[in-house]
T-cell receptor
């Protein structure tokens, strides 16, 4: 049971480059989420998705793009990376039938933008 | 004002100690409440849900005070393995299974 996976786990890129972070879950959960975690801010929601082809902005969406053509995948793209996007990115999923909105997180991607 | 506020700590306690964390939330219409645990450089994981009546899971007790809009977590008989960051989490009334996370309280248990 793979659960929820993220790739790559570590990424170093340069300012202005496009970067895509992948998220894959095997539970067929309806909801998927992307967060970034920075010191002092905790987890901040970037984008979320209620189902395939349904996505919406979270608290900090600027500079990011998402898509969800299949239930199990929810890639996050940084169209033109900036140094302020250096962070740890977590993907999460939850089942609308699940208990009390529990979210299950992937292991995270550590992104450094030089 | 942040929607969920926590004391960042760190709380440095000896093994066997009892330690308590509080957090406050700003939206009185918030629906569900949780404590998540996050180990260093790892993903957050659900520790326990928090009910209005208070609930206990082994050495952990969580309480919710809706009138004052605060949530607490009590850890009894602390173990070295309890060292982690504890995230206070609130579900807003907007639905979509969204959660709002506090920045976390760091706990360090020493021998």
């Amino acid at each position: 049971d793979a659960g929820i996976t993220q790739s790559p786990r570590y990424k170093i890129t340069e300012t202005g480059r496009q970067v895509t972070l992948m998220c894959h879950q095997t539970w067929s959960h309806s909801y998927m989420f992307w967060y970034r975690q920075d010191l002092g801010h905790g987890l901040r929601l970037i984008y979320y998705s209620a189902a395939a082809d349904i996505t919406d902005k979270g608290e900090v969406p600027d500079g990011y793009v998402v898509s969800r053509s299949k239930t199990e995948n929810f890639p996050l793209t940084l169209e033109s990376a900036t140094r302020s996007q250096t962070s740890v990115y977590f993907c999460a999923s939850s089942d609308k039938r699940g208990k009390y909105n529990e979210q299950f997180f992937g292991p995270g991607t550590r992104l450094t933008v030089l | 004002r942040k929607e969920v506020e926590q004391d960042p700590g760190p709380f440095n306690v000896p093994e066997g100690a009892t330690v308590a964390f509080n957090c406050t939330y700003s939206n009185s219409a918030s629906q569900s409440f949780f404590w998540y645990r996050q180990d260093c450089r790892k993903e957050p994981k659900l520790l326990m849900s928090v009910y209005s009546s208070g609930n206990e899971d082994g050495r952990f007790t969580a309480q919710l005070n809706r009138a004052s809009q605060y949530i607490s977590l009590l850890i009894r008989d602390s173990k070295l393995s309890d060292s982690a960051t504890y995230l206070c989490v609130v579900s807003p009334p907007s639905g979509y299974n969204k959660l709002i996370f506090g920045a976390g309280t760091r706990l360090a248990v020493h021998p």
